[in-house]
């Protein structure tokens, strides 16, 4: 088992940026690839970002390139989301998500964090 906590999240103006970072503990010797998810009251969950285990792959929805940026550092078992010009679009809680696959399916991500709010006021 894989236990993922979600931090960083937060209100914030349009504009501005946030840092979110999900930290592993439990069956982290595998590699495994990572990923962010959000999801707004009402609606489905929706792929936001997802990393390969050596961070050779990165992949992001449409809705984020050129503001969000996806990474991660091993040795801590921590991935982090960097959020830039946010919009109040972004408004949702921010799930991280682990899969043994290297995938942005959400389907394939086999472990979840609690997710962490984040607001984006106009």
Do not use: H
């Not at 906590?5 to 990572?34: D, I, K, P």
């Not at 009251?41 to 285990?53: L, M, N």
């Amino acid at each position: 088992q894989v236990q993922l906590v979600e931090s960083g999240g937060g209100l914030v103006q349009a504009g501005g940026s946030l840092r979110l970072s999900c930290t592993a503990s439990g069956r982290t010797s595998s590699n495994y690839a990572m990923g962010w998810f959000r999801q707004v009251p009402g609606k489905e969950r929706e792929f936001v970002a997802a990393i390969s285990w050596g961070s050779s792959s990165t992949y992001l929805a449409e809705s984020v390139k050129g503001r969000f940026t996806i990474s991660r550092d091993n040795a801590k078992k921590t991935v982090y989301l960097q959020m830039n010009s946010l919009k109040p679009e972004d408004t949702a809680v921010y799930y991280c998500a682990a899969s043994d696959f290297n995938t942005i399916v959400e389907r394939d991500f086999g472990y979840w964090g609690q997710g962490t709010q984040v607001t984006v006021s106009s």
